[in-house]
C-alpha cells in the first residue's frame, strides 16, 4: 500500500529572481568566499561596495594622523576594487564598485544598498562568536537586523562548498 503525501512547494519565477546584488567586501580572503559560491549568476548586476572604516567623534583626536590614513586606506580601496572590477569584467550583466567613507560600516551598507535599488545583499560571515563577537562586533548581524534589503549570509565554510567557484569562472 502507497501512501501519497502532498508538499508545497514554493518557487520563484525567473522575473522574481534577484537581479541586483551588493556584494560588501572588506579586502579579506573571508569576506571573498561570498564570490565563491554558486550563489551568484550571470544574469545578475554585481555591485561591489567598499566601506573604509574611519574613527569618529570623541575617538577622532586619539587616531594620529587620522586624515593621513583615511587618504591611504581610500587609495588601498580603490586599487582593491579596481581589482575586483578587472576580475569580473565580462562575467555578468553589469558589474559596478562604489566605495564609501564612514564610520558606521553596516549602516552605510544598508543605506547604500536601499539607494541603488538593490534586491539582494550578499556577503560572508567571518563567523565570530562568543567573546570576539562581543568585543569586535558583527557588521553582518548589524545588516541582516537592519536591512530593508533581503540578505543572504554565507559562512565560509559554505561558500567553499558551493560550487562551482565563481572566482574560477571569472579568471577564464
Do not use: C, N
Not at 86 to 91: I, L
Not at 94 to 107: C, E, Y
Not at 128 to 142: E, Q
Amino acid at each position: 500500500m502507497s501512501r501519497r503525501i502532498e508538499i508545497p512547494l514554493e518557487t520563484r519565477a525567473p522575473e522574481d529572481a534577484p537581479r541586483k546584488v551588493l556584494i560588501p567586501l572588506d579586502g579579506s580572503s573571508v569576506a571573498e568566499s561570498v564570490l565563491d559560491s554558486s550563489l551568484l549568476t550571470r544574469d545578475m548586476d554585481l555591485v561591489f561596495l567598499r566601506v573604509v572604516p574611519v574613527a569618529a567623534g570623541p575617538m577622532r583626536k586619539y587616531v594620529p594622523e587620522s586624515d593621513h590614513l583615511v587618504a591611504e586606506a581610500r587609495e588601498d580601496a580603490e586599487s582593491y576594487l579596481a581589482g575586483i572590477l578587472a576580475r569580473f569584467a565580462g562575467w555578468s550583466r553589469h558589474v559596478s564598485s562604489h566605495l564609501i567613507v564612514d564610520h558606521r560600516v553596516a549602516h552605510a551598507i544598508t543605506d547604500y544598498a536601499t539607494e541603488i535599488g538593490a534586491d539582494l545583499i550578499a556577503m560572508a560571515t567571518h563567523g565570530r562568536g562568543g567573546m570576539a563577537r562581543a568585543i569586535l562586533g558583527s557588521v553582518a548581524d548589524k545588516v541582516m537586523r537592519t536591512s530593508a534589503v533581503p540578505v543572504l549570509l554565507v559562512p565560509p565554510v559554505a561558500a567553499k562548498q558551493v560550487g562551482p567557484a565563481l572566482a574560477g569562472e571569472a579568471a577564464t
